[in-house]
């Protein structure tokens, strides 16, 4: 029959063993990461930084930005008169 000590030297072992097992595969996926993400991750690098450097300066993207809130507004202006142009026939 196991006693007090016994258990206590079972559940030792198994704690052990355990963070051993946690350490492996906590190794593992960090190596997984490395080799398997970071390749992908740093395409996507690449990738974003080629789309940056063809959308040109911040300066064009204001002009852009006013353009598109006063179409916006025309639009909503000419759907308001649709609107009233229906109710009407």
Same mark, same amino acid.
């Given at each position: 029959?196991?006693?007090?000590?016994? $258990?206590?030297?079972?559940? /030792? $072992?198994?704690?052990?063993?355990?963070?051993?097992?946690?350490? *492996?595969?906590?190794?593992?996926?960090?190596?997984?990461? *490395?080799?398997?993400?970071?390749?992908?991750? /740093?395409?996507?690098?690449?990738?974003?930084?080629?789309?940056?450097?063809?959308?040109?300066?911040?300066?064009?993207? *204001?002009?852009?930005?006013?353009?598109?809130?006063? $179409?916006?507004?025309?639009?909503?202006?000419?759907?308001?008169?649709?609107?009233? $142009?229906?109710?009407?026939?």
């Amino acid at each position: 029959m196991l006693d007090k000590q016994d $258990l206590q030297a079972i559940r /030792d $072992l198994v704690k052990e063993e355990s963070a051993q097992s946690r350490q *492996e595969i906590m190794q593992g996926v960090s190596v997984l990461m *490395e080799s398997d993400f970071r390749p992908q991750f /740093d395409l996507l690098a690449e990738g974003q930084q080629a789309i940056l450097e063809k959308l040109g300066p911040l300066d064009d993207w *204001e002009v852009m930005d006013t353009r598109v809130s006063a $179409l916006e507004a025309m639009v909503r202006k000419l759907n308001r008169e649709v609107a009233a $142009l229906k109710k009407a026939q």
